[in-house]
């Protein structure tokens, strides 16, 4: 296919950060019900892979299920824990008062990690996790991933992570901005959330 010039559109296989139990395996509190009634209520999280000519480029987002706004995101060349760490962080910045989220997951390794356990308690975050390999249980954040995938990574030939990583802040931007959604009544997820935090 390669020397013809030719590219499947099929998904190449997912990337995958179950390790087995090696730490705390949360409940799921979320139980699929990915609709919220306010802002920073409801979080979800997970990592998505991306392949240029051979390297990978890891991203982890926090998607508020209020609005499916991106709240924060990292993105680095391994899928090692301060990625994650280094997202939550950024997301807590979002938070005010006492606002304390359920944050929902899969069952990766990160999650179950103490560092990632004891950063959530110490803010009095929920931890929820998917059942093991029952991807629908995070749809939301499946969903974005398919969307960012398809909108931005798959029509383009990607030279270099440097570029990649570039567009991705790019997309992320006018998704949270300007992508407007039927659901959030013609709005995009930041114009939503202004709309119902200042009616």
Request: charged share 30%; aromatic share 10%; with cysteine.
């Amino acid at each position: 296919m390669r020397d013809m010039g030719l590219k499947s559109k099929i998904r190449v296989k997912k990337y995958r950060s179950y390790k087995g139990e090696i730490g705390r395996i949360a409940q799921n509190h979320l139980q699929r019900d990915f609709k919220a009634s306010k802002p920073n209520e409801k979080w979800a999280t997970d990592v998505t892979e991306f392949n240029v000519k051979g390297e990978k480029l890891y991203l982890s987002p926090v998607i508020d299920l209020y609005n499916g706004e991106i709240v924060s995101y990292q993105v680095a060349k391994r899928p090692t824990l301060p990625l994650v760490m280094n997202m939550l962080q950024k997301a807590y910045k979002r938070l005010s008062g006492q606002q304390a989220p359920l944050l929902h997951s899969d069952q990766g390794w990160q999650y179950q990690h103490v560092s990632y356990r004891e950063k959530l308690a110490e803010r009095g975050l929920t931890q929820s996790m998917s059942r093991k390999g029952n991807c629908l249980d995070n749809a939301a954040m499946e969903s974005f991933f398919g969307t960012l995938k398809s909108e931005m990574y798959h029509l383009k030939r990607f030279e270099s992570l440097e570029e990649l990583e570039r567009d991705i802040k790019s997309y992320i931007r006018y998704y949270n901005r300007y992508r407007i959604k039927l659901k959030l009544k013609g709005l995009s997820p930041v114009d939503y959330r202004n709309q119902t935090l200042n009616p």
